[in-house]
């Protein structure tokens, strides 16, 4: 029976293997760090052409300025030429439901109308400008800008402080340069005010016409009315006068103090010729109203309501708490972000490339 030799184990000869066999795995970063060093002019060049690029882009990408105004309702101020009209009006008899509450709220409500957004868009030059360097002049491409520029491009966003109150506002208008937001801004803060006046104007001039064309129906039927009598009352005077001068009575009757029964359908105790001379005067008459007090109110006050002047009222519909201003920064795109964005991917990936490069080269030496 023969005994096989045992063979031993070298257990520092396994460690050691298996030592190596890992640093192998590991990765060497001082290694790596000379990697990078001996490529740095690559990966300063790549790094240099992505910001380029960047930079490049940044400037050709369509530009955005935002001008903005802050606006609270209209205080005495704004409204003290519209107030003395109103005034007017109730002495008048004519009651308005404006305020300064009403004025704003029809001031914001224009000012978020699409109609009139759009309305005012087509007629600027900015937006002609934009049509005539455009290559499709196709309407569905106007649309496309309009509809563009009115639901991203003018904003307004209102903060209430109480319930039913309306607080301050915040409007804005975006464009390709600062000059244009401003002047598109404040062109459209024109406009609306305009249409604000415009509808107060319709409003009131309306209220004025209608009170107007009642006071002269009035005046027309007592008018007639007046005429009537006046024709009555000389049918009176003819039938007095015949019975006074068939009954030969010429002078006033005199009782000496004692009370005469007069006629009551045909007064003659004036005698004829008193009756003579009172038709005369009442056939003179061609205008009732210079002897009937109430007819020459009326008149007075048709005349009042024609003197009014709705057109001439200059008001404001909002008190300004920051007026349109010119921006001084534009909102995108962000050139320095976009210049920083592009040289951080630029770094990226130059070093990505000189690893990858550096693993693959390794790993053709070792096969």
Known sequence: MSIKPIKSTNSSEEYFNYYNSKQDDEIDLFELFSVLVQSKLLIIAV????AVIGFTAASFMPQKWTSSASVIQPQLEEIQPLKNILTKLEVLSLQSSVTSSSLYDNFVNNFNSRVLREEYLVNTEYFKNLIAESDDHSPLAKRKLIEKIVNNNISSSSKVEKEGESGETK???SAGTAEDAYNLLNGYISYVSSVVHDQLESELSDMVKQKLAY???LYAIDLNRVHNI???NIERLKYSLSIANSAGIKKPISSEGAMIKDDPDYSIALGADALQRKLQITEEIKDPSLIDGDLRNRMFYINELKSLKIDKVN???FKYMQAPYEPTAKDSPKRLLILVGSV????????MFVLIRHVARSRQKVA
Not at 344 to 351: H, K, T, Y
């Open 344 to 351: 951080f991917i630029g770094l990226i990936l130059a070093v």
């Open 215 to 217: 006071s002269e129906g």
């Open 171 to 173: 409007l804005a208008f």
């Open 230 to 232: 006046q024709r009555a």
């Open 315 to 317: 008001f404001q519909p």
């Open 47 to 50: 790094t240099i052409i992505f």
